[in-house]
Structure formats: C-alpha cells, structure tokens
C-alpha cells in the first residue's frame, strides 16, 4: 500500500511542478500573503515521537507568487521549556491544481537540537471538496527513509468560533529496519478577535505503536498579513 502511495504523491508532485511552470506566463501577478504565530503546549510529539513536554512555537508563513508560479514558505520552532530538544523547520515549495485537487511539492529542512539535521522532499495531495482529505509522502535524502500520512478533517462555523475536527494516521521509517505507525484525534477552536489577528485553543490525543498515548493541550495567537 505504502509504494502505490508513493507513486500516486510523486505523480502529483511532478504533475503540479508542470502544471505551475505551464501556467506561469498567464498567472496574474498576486502581493504576497503570510502570518506569523505564537504558541504554547503542554507535549511535543513529531511523528509519533515523544520529544518533550512544555513548549513554545513560534511559526511565519508566506504564499506568494515568483515568475508567476505558486510558491510559500514557512519557517517553525519548537522551544523546549522543561529543557528537553528544540526543533527548527524550514519549508519552501510550489503549489497548483491537479484536476480537482490541491496539489503541492517541496523541501523541508529539519533540526532536532541537540541532534543532526535532515532534508526531505515531500509531495502532498488535498481533496478539499467535501471533507478536507490529504496525503503526504515525506522522502529523507541521507538516510533514504520514507514516511507516509493520510489525513481528515472538516470546518465548522459557530457563532462564537470555527470548530475544526481532524484526524490522521502515518508510518514513519526510523531506520532502514525500523519503523513507527502513529495516529491522531484532535479538535481545535479558532475565534477572529481583530480582522487580523486569531485565537486557537484545542487538544489531540496521539498514539504510537511504540510508545505509550498522551494527550495534548495546546493554545496560541496568528496575526495574519
């Protein structure tokens, strides 16, 4: 299952990058859109992995336009407030459509301090049309390690809020002879308190094949741009 996975995501993700270049010439020109975020949660878990507990995040995100392509960007971090490992994320790709469907390819650079650094390609498809489904492939060049997610979730506007369910299961290659199979249930509570500016609250229940299950509660603040 996890190779006709791979296939179809690498197919999209070749298909979006001849999409985006294809459209270029007639793509209008847009100004660039973004956010910047501030966070707090009580665990931090990445791919099913326990990293820590208390933590920061701070996060910005960009999506423009360049030479007419669809591009964004993000840069993240994870700050250990018990003393545990920091986290960095550095994520730049392009983004098209591919028949109905949302279709975007990248790079993301990965650091856990203390601890080495990684890079990874990636290939995402989004089917927004009724429930929010995706699928991820995540491709790690040194140590030639896959990590595959299949993800839900679906919006709710609330007088008070917009309410968002979601869930996700993935199995993620430690080693050429190891691997992790995880999943998790989560809801999360966004409220507008300026035209710019956001308030999240949620929780999300995580589980791993090995490691014990924990719950997260977490809370932050995005001011959009």
Known sequence: ????????????????TALSVNAANNAPVADPVGSVSVGYANENFYRGA???????KVGAELHGTVAG???FGSVVTNQSIDGGADQYFITAGIASKLFDLDATTGYLHYENVPGEA????FARLTASKFLNLSGIVYYELDNELWTTEL?????????FATVTGSASIGNTEVSSSNDRTYHSVGV???????????LVIGVEYVDADD???????????????
């Open 151 to 159: 993800g839900v979730s679906h919006s709710i506007d609330l007088d």
């Open 69 to 71: 392509v669809s591009t």
């Open 50 to 56: 326990d990293i820590g507990d208390e933590t920061l």
């Open 1 to 16: 299952m996890k190779t006709n996975i791979v296939k179809i995501l690498a197919f999209a993700a070749a298909a979006a």
């Open 211 to 225: 490691s014990e299950d924990d719950t997260v509660f977490f809370t932050g603040v995005q001011v959009n741009f």
């Open 188 to 198: 999360d509570a966004r409220r507008e308190l300026t035209a710019d500016v956001d």
């Open 118 to 121: 990684t890079g990874e390609l």
